[in-house]
């Protein structure tokens, strides 16, 4: 009998279960908890709303958030970002995000929730941080290429996620494309199914955004606030509904995922 892929799923019935991975992305929180985007919305008040929908939903092994916690990288909406994910009860990490202050984030979380690498059963996610400081787009720095490529080369064998703010792939829409990684070949040259690499998180669209390029997996997370339309050519927003995206990463390497949505259309705007 010829041997089984390391991916084959009846080889899971024998090993261990998955790792259930929830990302959240794009809080936008303000500095009053009451306080409204231009768009109208509460975005505090719909953060909690949607951590309600993932704890009724089964609590999950651990949780990523993937930048823009807060709106105008104030301290004390990341007080209020720390105790909303603290009252899960489960483990959680961050990456900052353009609209972020990375320096107030790390002062708040410390380096223990801002690790540059999780491990997570037999699975490495990677935490890449792509801010530019004043700038919508993102990079990816030489310190954060390198430690890429050391992580990669020391053990390439588990299977590994890749997480940062900006996605590097165009997404079809425009203006978003426009504000995304800017230099995308510094992470795609490190990028191998055969490296252990099978998946690419990232936040900043507001989008249910998926997409399998060179077989890996490139996945975009909708906001808990609102979300950006898609193929639009300047921004347009769905102000009705909020997500997030789970994750069951199985010891074998393959990966189940889907999006998860809160309606919020009855809302009473203003």
């Known amino acids: 009998m010829p041997p089984q892929a390391k991916d084959d799923p009846d080889l899971e019935t024998f090993i261990d279960p998955p790792i259930h991975l929830v990302q959240l992305s794009d809080f936008h929180l303000l500095d009053d908890p009451l306080e409204r985007l231009e768009s109208g919305i509460a975005p505090e008040v719909r953060l909690e709303q949607v951590l309600a929908e993932v704890l009724a939903e089964g609590r999950p092994d651990l949780l990523l958030v993937t930048g823009d916690l807060t709106h105008r990288g104030s301290q004390s909406a990341y007080d209020r970002v720390a105790g909303h994910l603290a009252s899960l009860g489960t483990p959680w ?32 996610i990677l935490l890449v941080d792509s801010t530019v400081a004043g700038e919508p787009s993102g990079r990816l720095s030489p310190h954060a290429e390198a430690r890429i490529e050391e992580a990669l080369t020391r053990d390439p064998a588990p299977p590994t996620l890749i997480a940062l703010h900006h996605p590097p792939l165009a997404t079809g829409t425009a203006w978003l494309d426009a504000i995304g990684l800017a230099n995308p070949e510094l992470l795609m040259r490190h990028l191998s199914p055969a490296r252990g690499i099978r998946g690419v998180l990232s936040g900043h669209l507001h989008q249910d955004f998926e997409r399998v390029s060179r077989g890996i997996v490139y996945y975009g997370c909708p906001s808990t606030a609102m979300q950006f339309l898609q193929g639009t050519p300047r921004p347009a927003t769905d102000t009705g509904r909020g997500g997030w995206r789970s994750f069951s990463l199985h010891p074998t390497g393959r990966i189940e995922s889907r999006i998860h949505w809160v309606d919020f259309s009855d809302e009473v705007l203003r």
């Open 93 to 124: 990490y961050a990456i900052p995000g353009n609209h972020d202050d990375p320096h107030a984030m790390r002062r708040r979380f410390g380096g223990e929730l801002m690790p540059e690498m999780i491990q997570a059963g037999s699975w490495r």
